[in-house]
């Protein structure tokens, strides 16, 4: 089959979806996260890079283990702030910004090829992302690095953001990110986490929300039903009833007929 | 001209070198070394990868001016120390050695393939260096991880220590580094920077003693000539008289009818 | 009662111990130990520094829930390296070891002032603490730091080694630090925790054991009763049953007749 | 003479000045800064904490050398991140703020008690400078962690800044810090250095602008002459002509029949 093929037989379907996940957030001594447990029900790992998490040790195990799973690898980029997880805003050049990203990817393809795959994915971590999704030289600069390392990466950012229009602009192949627990502005974004009722709290509401998602639409906070693109939902596995969740939407998914599935034909191991 | 060819070629006339040093000993806003200046008369750049000095920004600049002016680029890998430049032993496992190895090589390749290269070699720094020169578990968790980033990269480690037989043990090439401004033992190891005469300080002695290198010999501290095998002559960049001294040795070097190359044929530069 | 008279009152009871926890090991978004439990049982806390584990947030909360629970401060001191957890030796120099004491040291007082409170000793950590119990000059080197920071703190060490004397000779307070969970070797060093047998697993063994070393003696490996000075016992807050295990030690030690407290007079709390 | 006396002296004379100048910023194997040649002088140096610069070893050589040339020592706090310097800014809480100022004060407090000496000031560095020149809440952080330290510390900040409002309202000394060679808005604030003029040249031109700062005012780019209050002048010590401008500044000062001398009468040396 034909990319081109493929691609139209995908269109006519329209009943993929990709499930990614924060995986390798452990850092030295310190465990966080269910990465193994994760891994059965997510189809993308996007694996911490030593700036905001992780360590080379952590990286290691992390992919060869999702490597073992089949799970498309992405880099996970952060800014270089361990102790703020990354979450802290930075106000780094765009220079700086796309120089820490061909580092950490560089520093995480090296294990996923020596684990014999290849690299999926590029997704911006915390502060950054949030930063880039909005600012776009920010994102200009992230994407670039992409592009730099390799244009066959995928890049994943938040549906409908700066960070999606960014690295189309410069032809990378995108994954429009989606939360199944987070609520919206009418114009798309992200009700802020300050504001009550952020978080969907309900797993079937937020499991309602991920079929709306799937149709293209969701209600926004203001109650008005908003476009949105969803190729890819973000579960997070740092949380109590993360991978509870994670299996009923999978489960959830299969039943519907959606295939969960990274959001490229490439394979993931290198022949 | 095929490669068996080169190497009978190479091999007949015996009179090739690479002079390599250390590049990209900066940090943040602090300068370290003359690379631009360097750059003029070496053959090959190790290049530190933010462990022990460097970090991204860093290593951006620096590694465009090794493609711009030719030289085969290598990974500086080193403990994760920057106060003490990675010149402190750290009780790192094997496994922590290897994983340090990837990720550090693996930051740097994202620079080089972005810049339109490929990269040559790895060469450890420091105390890492030391300390895998003699031990042999640790030389061959460092060999293991190049070689599986890429079996076609070189391994510079000490003329006649662990770290070269770890690296042939499994099939890498190798460059023997030798030092002109070091004297020997008369088991090929350095003299003690801790020992009177452990340093070379006169240039022409240094010159001389680099000439006696490439008849495979050097004269220890005992007095008794022994063999010594020289690919490569490590260049310290970070010295009052560095840059004059490379650029004597690269001329010395010349008129003798010696080429100064790095030890492969690999081009730098992509196709 | 003067302080002269309490230490002959202390003499002549023979029943007071020190029970000892190393505390605030979290990092940044990262959790580790039980903190808030075991402040319920122990006497001394000794605190991260921000070296091997801590940071200035978690230093601020985990000092004052110390004050709360009117339990001896101490600074935790380690080498710099958190992916490690300061348990990779390093070869620093003794200038630095001095220094990196003095650093930590002080950055654990200033909390400790803020919350109203005086800092009453200093126990070095991990590979740090392994290090100095042979090294007498390294010993001296941590030793002085402490001293020169203030003379009247309390320095812990394991019990028999070359800390307690370095201490001991300049003329500081010392408290010999015994393991209710570990073997020893004839000459009172531990059993090395790669040698089948170095941890007591049963709870009644352990309990045992300390009853034996409150009398001055312990059983070694090789079957002899060798002669042991114990003023704290060393309670793990990472295991599973840490909490457990220090409630029973110390309600055990109470139906004894002996008096949990940390090993000065000197008060906690500043006037 | 009474401290109330030396107050009103000094009101009476209106001619005493600090020249601070920020200090011990090397870091492990790199330098930076002409230290040793600045105390010649200096009364007061800001010397960097670990975060943005400085290391304990550094730390130490340096508090050592600003007690021997009898300058005052203040602790100069910043964000943790050494590759930047400290110049990026970072969306740190204010009660990360107040912590990570309550560390690195307390850690260069032990190398001055070590010393023998009493610390005097505290100056928030770079942009954590810049951005509590501006936000009241971050400058009330600050301002209180100095406070819980130690409240005879004086607060050094930006003259007419809300780090001056924040640290007068609780009852701390302050030095109005002004710049030599910066040029300013009407408002007082610095003109930045995004615009052509930020920067003053000409020597004689800030030997002018600090004369005039003397009687309490200064020419704004704008034309108008505003009002300043002046206590300290901030020196750089890493730029070329550093030494020489601090040495012509200082001898026109003493021309002028103006004391240079620390803001407080404390005696550096602790009895």
Excluded at 19 to 47: H, K, T, V, Y
């Amino acid at each position: 089959m034909a990319i081109h093929q493929y691609y139209e037989f995908r269109e006519n379907v329209s009943r993929t979806m990709d499930l990614n996940c924060d995986i390798g957030e452990s850092f030295g001594p310190w465990r966080m996260g269910s990465d193994l447990a994760m891994f059965e029900f997510i189809s993308s790992a996007n694996i911490a890079c030593g700036f905001h998490a992780g360590d080379p040790t952590t990286m290691h195990g992390v992919v060869k283990a999702a490597v073992a799973h089949n799970v498309a690898i992405g880099a996970h980029t952060g800014f270089p702030d361990l102790q703020g997880f990354g979450r802290r805003e930075m106000s780094v050049s765009h220079s700086e910004a796309y120089a820490m990203t061909l580092y950490q990817v560089g520093a995480l393809t090296a294990f996923v090829h020596a684990s014999g795959a290849r690299l999926h994915h590029v997704k911006p971590h915390g502060a950054l992302y949030n930063m880039a999704a909005k600012n776009r030289p920010l994102a200009d600069a992230l994407a670039q690095a992409v592009r730099d390392i390799d244009p066959a990466l995928v890049f994943y950012g938040l549906a409908g953001s700066e960070m999606i229009s960014a690295a189309k602009a410069i032809g990378l192949s995108t994954a429009s990110e989606v939360f199944a627990d987070r609520t919206y502005e009418a114009d798309g974004s992200l009700v802020s986490r300050n504001i009550s009722g952020a978080m969907i709290e309900c797993e079937e509401d937020a499991l309602a929300q991920v079929r709306q998602m799937l149709e293209g639409q969701v209600r926004a906070r203001s109650g008005e039903l908003i476009q949105i693109h969803a190729d890819t939902v973000c579960l997070h596995g740092d949380q109590p009833h993360a991978v509870a969740f994670a299996k009923r939407l999978a489960e959830e998914l299969k039943k519907d007929g959606v295939r969960v599935a990274a959001p490229t034909l490439l394979a993931t191991r290198r022949t």
